[in-house]
């Protein structure tokens, strides 16, 4: 299967995800939470590779990379580094995805007043809104090109 296709395989399955998330911190909510984040993560490979080829980037080692070094490589020395680098930021792709992550991980503590960040159906909402914007930005951005 083309890369280009599994981005979009992979987007599909994490929207299917989000429409079934219950957000109890029962077992299959959980599973569905890391579903959630490792379609996504796919997804990001993906799109990662998809873009490298089809902007013949070199770099013998790229395909052995996770999603997040990938992503980082092409921040350096890719045309669409600007677009890419923001996502790097503190309100970026990457950085709500490790703290989803992170708050998966860590239970939250109920025995102090102000607790660790819960998560809420809004944030994978506004992540996964987030990851589509980066998408179609990549894409007219590079066919413009």
């Given at each position: ?100 992550k992170k708050a998966i991980h860590e239970p939250i503590n109920e025995l102090i007043i102000v607790s660790n960040e819960t998560l809420s159906l809004k944030k994978f909402n506004l992540l996964l809104d987030r990851y589509k914007e980066f998408i179609i930005m990549l ?7």
């Amino acid at each position: 299967m083309d890369s280009k296709e599994l981005v979009n395989l992979y987007l599909d399955i994490s929207e299917g995800l989000l429409n079934k998330l219950s957000l109890n911190n029962s077992k299959e909510g959980n599973f569905d939470k890391y579903l959630f984040v490792l379609a996504l993560e796919q997804s990001l490979d993906s799109l990662a590779v998809s873009i490298a080829s089809s902007s013949e980037f070199e770099n013998p080692k790229f395909s052995s990379y996770d999603y997040i070094n990938k992503w980082r490589e092409l921040s350096i020395d890719h045309p669409a580094r600007n677009i890419i680098k923001k996502e790097f930021s503190s309100d970026g792709i990457f950085n709500m995805l490790i703290l989803i992550k992170k708050a998966i991980h860590e239970p939250i503590n109920e025995l102090i007043i102000v607790s660790n960040e819960t998560l809420s159906l809004k944030k994978f909402n506004l992540l996964l809104d987030r990851y589509k914007e980066f998408i179609i930005m990549l894409r007219k951005t590079l066919e413009e090109c």
